[in-house]
């Protein structure tokens, strides 16, 4: 079969120095046949203390690696890319948004696309009125109840028509 295949001592060796240094929590190896990454994963993990994420390359890695070292395989989406760098800079990403302290408004992070199953409501800048395109009079309104209804009912309808597959038992 036609590829390279990376070696088990390399990556044990890598691996046994980590952990002599320090714990870790979870050895991700990035793979398309991993569990499907998610916000939800991505939350349980950003509460981990240390992860360590192996990336594939070639044509993969010893299976004795995924067998004995690898505690989670994830997977970023169901393509085949040139190597595992790529989904570990995205895993990385999405874990280390959420950890306090890591973006400015850490609100900001509990109200993304996907905390809720939902995708984002519209957002607006000023002015209110632009070439005569206006912000919804709702967020003009002053009143953030009606706001936070008006930002759910958006979401909702949102995610029914471009994303109907995320509402799956929750309707």
Known sequence: EAGMVMQIEPVDRA????KSQRDYDEVIFT???????DQPMANSLSLAQNLIILCGHYKGIDYRIR?????????????????GEIPAVVIADAIV???PGAIGDEQSA???????NLLAPPVYTRPAEYKGWRVPDILLSGHKAKIDDW???QALTRTRLLRPD???GME
């Open 15 to 18: 691996i046994a120095d980590l």
């Open 31 to 37: 793979s398309p046949d991993g569990e499907q990454f």
């Open 67 to 83: 067998e004995h070292l690898i505690t989670k395989e994830i997977s970023i989406g169901d393509y085949v890319l040139t190597g």
């Open 97 to 99: 948004r959420l950890i």
């Open 110 to 116: 509990l109200s993304d696309s996907f905390q809720d």
């Open 151 to 153: 930002k759910h009912e």
């Open 166 to 168: 995320l509402l799956k």
